[in-house]
């Protein structure tokens, strides 16, 4: 890093502030349109030093002085927050960041510093400068630093500064590696922050516990004025109190034919579950959304601009010196090339930005064509409990074309490519619903599943291929027969796991069991909430455990089913059965997460023992002896053996260095907790899980609702996916429910339940009938 020169194109100017306004008005689109908040919240910068992230905290600064109010997505502004990371690859990187700390103070930004520790992502030792592949693990790092510190402030809005040159540079690498048109849109202005998948709070998660917190960053709930409004409205349309109705009309609502109208589809229940006997309900199941958001303001604004608007402003910036190497990445080369060579005119900056911007027209087309395709699919299930998907697709008809392209087979062959790239677009948003996967293939790689589910999309003189089961980025499709042998729906779930592919599997630590050593079962306490953590890339999951073992969330295998089913009492059992049978057939269900653990703890659990049975640990049974009252005491033999053996050794461990600075019976207390830990560690390893509770179904052994607690939500969906699934279900219209409501209404008044709260008016014309007579 070193001063850059004041080297800049004569007709380049610098930024205006309204300018910068302008390009964030564009970019950063409102997140949840029902928000409300009117508070400012401050907005995060990833500042590198050199002169576009300088020119970034520059024109930051001058958002609030030149709009109060502006918002950037949901909020208005308050003073930035810029966050520097430092990689830690070559010498006086801390003085290069002392500096940039500098700058950034005498532009009254208050900066924070993260080092990236290799010795933790590497391992000790290890020269991350050696490593091939040291871009690509930095830019990991640093998104991570960048996301857990823009969580830990609150602020959902991050800036880079990401410019018109970056876009150019991204765009030729693209093309010089083979992408399609979809590749070709570069940097998308607005996106979730990258390489965070399995940070909750951080990546697409985080919006219900924000909610929950006492002062949350979106604020969703209506002010006073709005509920007054409100109110008044419902009590001028059914005249009558509203807080009377509510309690007395409840009890009258299940008497109408409402509690049908909410059924699921009979077809689907039928097919899925023949028995006589009704399942209970799935628990209801939360969506996370929320998140940190990644803009790019810049995108729109050359180089040389920033580097006269540093210059106008007598902004500092610190050029690193690697960002000329050639040889170091391929963006050093790319670079390199188009400023020190003539290129052909279809690859100079302003083609390739024309071309980025019809491959972004072009894809917006066809993601609009396949949304108005979803409208009419019928999706009549959904259910994230079990990770099934039922969906009925339409049928596709290609629309007649006048003249003679009508006629020619070049003309409907391109057509039908068309449509069938269109349906592989709507498959690929039915399969992110319920897959586990992160990166799902391109649609183009859909066209055989294509023409197996849409038979009119086939090849002409090509026999579609016959519905079957078809597995592909880890989702099973399941024909669900119709009538004349074809499917009428089709069943999406999640693929078994095969059997040479490890199963997924999240762990829960549990608390230092060392400090429950001599205390009765029901007298340990917990260390409370764990973190959420991502299980098989649906389920976010965390757990409120006061056993004694580690906990894991892992498949539901068959082997554990039976012994599962002999843990659980009656009613429980029929409950499984029923659930099973109804919401998760087949194999379905061994795709369901299970909570285990590596030790018994059922006698913890059901019968409050004294855990681990005293008799069974003979490694240091020598230490203890029974006393007249069968209670368990420390022989004092055993502690004058130990106080002999810590005169003569000099160790360092820990639990030693506890032991010379206590009582004797203290010590040997001490030595009996660090044996119980080994050799409840030894014995975890070798014994095989014990599966204590189903979370999605709600279902585990007796007595486990004191011990272990859970909350699992499924991860963040497309917002247009899920009111789909909402619209299409069997839901009574509101002119429906508006009947049912003024018919319970007139029972209870009727009946003299509830008196009317205004009088009908009498009418002029009734006045004069009544004089009349």
Not at 556 to 564: D, G, I, L
Request: hydrophobic residues 35%.
């Amino acid at each position: 890093m070193g001063t850059l020169p004041p080297v800049v194109h004569s007709t380049a100017r610098a930024i205006a502030p309204r300018e910068f306004l302008d390009a964030l008005h564009a970019t950063c689109n409102p997140r949840f349109p029902y928000d409300r908040g009117r508070s400012h919240k401050p907005i995060a910068l990833a500042i590198s030093g050199g002169v576009d992230s300088m020119a970034l905290a520059y024109l930051s600064t001058k958002i609030r002085t030149t709009d109060h109010w502006f918002k950037v997505a949901d909020h208005p502004v308050s003073n930035p927050v810029a966050f520097v990371v430092n990689h830690d690859l070559r010498k006086g990187m801390v003085e290069e960041v002392d500096q940039v700390i500098k700058a950034l103070r005498g532009l009254k930004i208050f900066a924070y510093v993260a080092k990236i520790d290799w010795a933790q992502v590497l391992g000790k030792g290890v020269d991350p400068n050696t490593v091939p592949n040291i871009e690509t693990l930095a830019r990991q790092q640093r998104y991570r630093k960048l996301g857990t510190f823009a969580r830990n402030c609150k602020t959902m809005s991050l800036l880079t500064a990401h410019h018109e040159d970056d876009q150019y540079e991204t765009i030729l690498m693209r093309l010089l590696s083979g992408h399609g048109y979809r590749g070709l849109r570069g940097m998308r202005p607005a996106t979730d922050i990258p390489e965070c998948y399995d940070m909750h709070g951080i990546y697409q998660s985080g919006f219900i516990d924000d909610q929950r917190s006492k002062h949350p960053v979106w604020n969703i709930y209506p002010n006073r004025a709005e509920r007054t409004k409100i109110l008044r409205a419902l009590r001028d349309d059914f005249h009558f109190d509203l807080a009377t109705f509510a309690e007395k009309a409840e009890p009258m609502m299940w008497r109408t034919d409402l509690k049908d109208a909410f059924s699921a589809d009979q077809d689907y229940d039928e097919w899925i579950a023949r028995s006589n006997k009704p399942a209970p309900p799935l628990p209801t199941m939360d969506f996370e959304d929320g998140g940190v958001m990644v803009y790019r303001p810049l995108l729109h604004f050359s180089k040389d601009r920033l580097i006269a608007t540093c210059l106008e402003n007598n902004v500092p910036w610190f050029e690193d010196h690697t960002n000329k190497d050639p040889t170091l990445t391929m963006r050093n080369a790319v670079r390199q090339m188009w400023k020190n060579h003539r290129l052909p005119e279809a690859l100079q900056k302003p083609a390739i930005l024309r071309l980025a911007e019809r491959c972004r027209k072009r894809v917006a087309f066809e993601e609009a064509e396949a949304d108005r395709l979803l409208q009419s699919a019928l999706v009549p299930h959904f259910e994230p409990s079990t990770g099934t998907l039922v969906v009925q697709l339409p049928k596709f008809r290609l629309p007649r074309v006048s003249g003679l392209s009508s006629k020619s087979p070049g003309g409907r062959q391109k057509r039908l490519d068309h449509h069938r790239y269109i349906a592989a677009l709507l498959l690929r948003k039915l399969i992110s619903m319920v897959t586990p996967e992160r990166e799902l293939n391109q649609a183009g790689q859909l066209d055989h599943l294509a023409s197996m589910l849409f038979p009119s999309l086939a090849q002409d003189g090509v026999e579609p291929p016959p519905p079957k089961p078809y597995v592909i980025c880890g989702v099973h499709f399941v024909p669900m027969m119709g009538p004349n042998s074809q499917p009428f729906r089709w069943l999406l779930t999640r693929a078994p796991y095969a059997s040479n592919v490890p199963r997924p599997r999240t762990d829960f630590w549990a608390p230092n069991i060392r400090g429950r050593w001599g205390k009765k079962p029901h007298q340990w306490k917990t260390t409370g909430w764990s973190g959420f953590k991502l299980y098989d890339g649906r389920y976010w999951i965390r757990l409120l455990s006061r056993l004694p073992g580690n906990l894991h969330v892992m498949p539901f295998e068959a082997e554990h089913q039976k012994p599962f089913k002999e843990a659980l009492d009656e009613q429980s059992k029929n409950d499984l059965a029923a659930m099973l049978k109804r919401y998760a057939p087949g194999k379905i269900r061994y795709t369901l997460p299970g909570i285990y653990s590596r030790v018994d703890v059922t006698g913890v659990i059901q019968h409050d023992e004294y855990w681990p049975d005293i008799e069974e640990l003979d490694k240091y049974g020598a230490l203890r002896k029974r006393n007249a009252d069968g209670q368990w005491e420390i022989r004092e033999e055993a502690v004058e053996n130990e106080e002999s053996k810590d005169a003569e050794k000099k160790s360092s461990d820990t639990v030693e260095q506890e032991l010379l600075h206590s009582s004797a019976s203290k010590r040997a207390r001490l030595l009996q907790a660090k044996a119980w830990e080994d050799d409840i560690t030894e014995r975890r390893t070798d014994n095989p899980p014990q599966l204590l509770a189903l979370p999605t179904l709600g279902i585990h052994i007796p007595g486990l609702e004191d011990w272990l607690r859970w909350e699992i939500r499924y991860r963040k969906l497309d917002p247009d996916m899920l009111l789909t699934v909402k619209r299409r279900k069997f839901m009574p219209k509101r002119r429906k429910v508006r009947s049912q409501i003024r018919m319970s209404y007139r029972h209870m008044l009727l009946s003299g339940l509830i008196k009317p709260r205004y009088s009908r008016p009498v009418r002029r014309r009734e006045v004069l009938k009544s004089k009349s007579k």
